[in-house]
C-alpha cells in the first residue's frame, strides 16, 4: 500500500475510498483505517532518540504525526506510541531495521502494540477526493483549479463538470483556508466592461473583496469589475519604469491596478474608467491608499478621455503646480516633513490595458497636440497598449516575428500612419489559451501622429481596422 522511498512514504499510495454514485458530500465516506505497529513509550525523552537515529523506520506522512497520546480514564499520564512504518505490521515486524531492534532490546520497557489510524476527509487532497467521486471519464482533468482573488475562488467548470458543480465548489471551500467563496463563470465576458455572470457554488454570498497586490490594498465588487489576480507580476513590470516626478495617463485603469502604485511612487497619474462601478472603487482605493495627492480619477469614454488628457493635466500642473509629498523624514517636532514635487505639464507614459480593444483606440492620439501650440520639438510620452494575438487552431506555434507583424499592421491602423517595426517593443505577457496570447506594445508617441493636422481617418496606406465598442479593464 506504501512505497518507502529515502526514508519518507509518499502520501499518494494512499487511496481515498471510491464512491461514484455520490451526489452529495459525505465527508466520512472518506475515513480509511490503517493498521499499523507502534511502539508504545514510557519515557518520553526517548521520543527523541527513536526519531532521530531510526526515522526511516517511522511513519512519515505529510500533515500526520507519528506520535499518538492516548488518554485513558484512571491514568495521570497518556501512553505515548511513536508510529511505525506501514510495511511493519504488529503480526510481522521481520522488517524492521537492525539498529531499532537492537535498541528495543535493550530497553525492556519498550513494547510493540497494534494501532488503526485512520486518514479521513482532511486527509485527502482535493484531487484525490473529486477522483474518488468524479465519473471515470472525467478523471483526466480534474477540475480543482482555480483564480484566487480576496477571499473568492474564482472556477471556470467546463460544461461536463456542471453536474457535479456543488460538491466540487464544497470541496474546494474545505481543502483552502483562505477561501469563503467558491464561484463559476457562467457566460463569456462582457465586451463592454469585462465582467460577466457568475454562480456561487459554496460559501458566503459574499463578492466585495479586498485584494493585496504591489504593497496596495485594492477593494471592489467581484461581480461588478474586471481583475485578474494573474497579472500581478506585469503590473509591477510597466509600474517598475516609472520614475518618481513623471505624470502618467492610465486610460483604462480600472479599479487603479496600474495607477495606484504608480502614485505610491510619487508619480502624478490621470486614471480612467468608463465603469461606473471601477471609478467608485477606484476613489475608494485612491483613499485606502493614501495616493489622493498623486492620483486623480476620471470616469469617461476611453477616446475622450485620451483627446482631452493633454489639457487636464496642463490644468492640473497651471493650477497646482506642485505637489506637496510627506517624506520619511521628521522636524523635531516630531511631524512629517515634506518635499514639493513640480507637476509636470506632459506626460511621459500612456498605459492603455484593454488587450481585446485598446489598439482601436490608439485613433484618438491623432492630432492630440496639432491645437495647443505645442514646440514641434515637445518630448513625447511612451505608449503601453496591451492587445490579443489570435492564431489560427492548426498553427498555435506561430514565430514571433511573425506575431510582432500582425500586430504591427493592428498598431499602424488604428494610428493612421505606417509606424515602422523597429519603433516598437514587443513584451509577451502570457498565454490565455493555446492560441491566443496578450502582450504589451510600447512606442513612443510618433510626431506624424501627435501633430497631425487631417481628421484622424485611416491612411490607405495602412490596414483599415474596425472600430469596436469602448470598454474598459484588463483580461
Known sequence: ???QTNGTHDNAHFTAPVNRSMTVLDRSFFDLP???AAIKVVDPRELRVLRSLHKDDLLQLHGVSNIVKIFEEGKKEPDILLLLRPELQFTDTSGMSEGLRKYLDEHADFAVVPYTLTLGYDFW???????????EELLTEIPSGFTLTGHIAHMNLRDQYLPYKAIIGQVILDKN??????VNKLDTID???????MEILAGDNDLYVEQLESNCRFRFDFSKVYWNSRLQGEHDRLVAQFTQGEAVCDVMAGVGPFAIPAGKKNLVVLA???NGASYASMKENIQLNKVSSTVFPYCMDGRDFIRS???ELRKLSATRRVLRLPTKRRAPDGKHKYEEVPIPSEYSHYVMNLPHAAIEFLDAFRGIHRSDHSPRDLPLPAIHVYCFHKADADDRKVADDVVHGALRQRVAGALGWDIPLDRLSFHFVRQVSPTKSMHCITFQ???EVAFAVDDGTTSSTVATVAPVAESTSLD
Open 1 to 3: 500500500m506504501v512505497l
Open 445 to 447: 508617441l510618433p510626431r
Open 191 to 197: 465586451s463592454v466592461f469585462r465582467t460577466f455572470d
Open 309 to 311: 488628457s493633454v489639457s
Open 125 to 135: 487532497k482535493p484531487e484525490e477526493i473529486l477522483g474518488a467521486i468524479l465519473p
Open 34 to 36: 490503517i493498521s499499523l
Open 177 to 182: 483556508p483562505s477561501v469563503r467563496t467558491v
Open 272 to 274: 480612467n474608467d468608463l
